[in-house]
């Protein structure tokens, strides 16, 4: 009986011990997927600055799973990315492209996670993976220049932010460059 007993306490010890162990490699998996800092980086250059980035839609947890942490991204700008010039010229007309492309479905959708304002959409908070960009921030804004900021919706971030090259069209793409640029500039 008391034999039964030890081997009884040591088949728990063990099973709490690997059960243990399995959290503790998953933990460290984890961490080490979401080690990237949240800066932009270009190849080619030593800048590097810190910045908000974009996100896109949740998915939710499997029950009992917790969710990745996708707070910290990097934009790995290729070398040249920031020095593309756009060939759209920004026009009136061009605006209200690249403004009906943010807006629609099944196009840009930049709405969903940045809002009609270009501050982030509240109502849709809670669903997104973390906080998006802010594109109202003159300081931000002004430090991208339009090459980098087509790059990024273009590329956009892994389960994060979708990339517009799949739905837009480079010319579309660049609309949607002209038009976010007017989110950062004062109101009259």
Not at 70 to 81: G, S, V
Not at 141 to 157: C, P, Q, R, V, Y
Request: charged share 25%.
């Amino acid at each position: 009986m008391f034999m039964t007993l030890r081997l009884t306490a040591l088949a728990l010890l063990v099973a709490a011990t690997f059960l243990f162990v399995s959290a503790l490699k998953i933990e460290s998996t984890s961490s080490a997927q979401n080690a990237n800092s949240s800066i932009t980086q270009n190849a080619n250059s030593s800048r590097t600055t810190n910045k908000n980035q974009n996100d896109s839609r949740s998915i939710a947890p499997s029950a009992g799973q917790p969710q990745p942490d996708f707070a910290k991204n990097t934009w790995e700008l290729p070398a040249d990315a920031d020095k593309t010039p756009n060939p759209v010229p920004s026009s009136a007309e061009s605006i209200a492209k690249g403004k009906e492309l943010y807006m629609e479905k099944t196009k840009g959708n930049c709405v969903f996670c940045h809002g009609d304002t270009g501050s982030g959409n509240e109502a849709n908070l809670p669903r997104l993976r973390r906080k998006p960009a802010d594109l109202t921030r003159k300081e931000r804004m002004a430090a991208m220049t339009d090459g980098e900021l087509f790059w990024k919706i273009s590329k956009g971030i892994k389960d994060i932010m979708p990339a517009g090259e799949k739905r837009m069209s480079e010319e579309e793409r660049w609309h949607v460059v002209n038009y976010i640029r007017t989110l950062s500039q004062d109101k009259q």
